[in-house]
């Protein structure tokens, strides 16, 4: 089955404590993003990538880190998390084929700072 | 720049009426436009997309928007709500296919369908 995954899914942790949220897909995407998601607010962009090593930031990089070492995955970082980063965060892939340029999304991580 | 601008954060409508959800877009490049929707407590799914063809597009469950370049706008429409149809919809743009802002996909605020019987 055709499918983004995160883990986890949902995460509770405290302020500086570093953490990473895993993101899979199993399509053969060239590319992959990380949004997060805040109430009023809509979905906002992190960081995207291209390609594998190809990454670049989008609307609100600031306190996240990501990594493309294979084209698979696609990690999303935060080195030291802030109440700030509460939020609902998805991870999409999309490519080329007939679906091209549609994003498959995950489930969704919930995670929260205290 | 693009952005993205959903005009009401929330809608109300009766079973059977006509569902129109707003969105208008602003992108320097031709863009691509998308309908998202979001049922409590799951992820987005695809409901339809522009990429430069049909200025009419037919989505799923019954779904359509219409691109107009002239007004920047993408609405979309349903004749006929139905229960099921209640959920938070996203209209997202990115630039097109081997731009520079083609991984760049920018939400707008979403729209809540209410849908009474």
């Known amino acids: 089955e055709a499918q983004v995954t995160q883990n986890p899914r949902y995460l509770i942790t405290v302020t500086g404590k570093k953490l990473t949220v895993t993101c899979s897909q199993n399509?053969?995407?060239?590319?992959m993003s990380w949004y997060r998601q805040d109430p009023g607010l809509g979905l906002r962009q992190i960081y995207y990538s291209m390609n594998v090593e190809v990454t670049d930031k989008g609307d609100v990089p600031e306190g996240y880190k990501v990594s493309r070492k294979e084209k698979r995955n696609f990690p999303l970082i935060l080195e030291s998390p802030s109440p700030n980063q509460t939020s609902l965060y998805f991870c999409?892939?999309?490519?080329?084929?007939?679906?091209?340029?549609?994003?498959?999304f995950g489930p969704g991580t919930r995670l929260t700072v205290l | 720049a693009q952005s993205v601008t959903q005009l009401g954060s929330h809608v109300s409508v009766s079973e059977g009426a006509l569902v129109l959800l707003r969105c208008n877009y602003s992108?320097?490049?031709?863009?691509?436009l998308f309908w998202y929707v979001q049922y409590p407590n799951q992820g987005l799914q695809l409901l339809l997309k522009y990429t430069s063809a049909a200025t009419l597009v037919k989505g799923i469950n019954g779904f359509e928007a219409e691109f107009k370049k002239s007004e920047t706008s993408f609405h979309l429409t349903k004749p006929s709500a139905h229960m099921s149809d209640a959920a938070e919809y996203f209209c997202a743009v990115s630039g097109s296919a081997g731009g520079t802002s083609y991984g760049k996909l920018t939400f707008g605020q979403g729209t809540i369908l209410t849908v009474h019987p």
């Open positions: 999409a892939s999309w490519g080329g084929g007939s679906s091209y340029n549609e994003q498959f």
């Open positions: 992108s320097s490049v031709p863009p691509y």
């Open positions: 399509m053969n995407h060239e590319y």
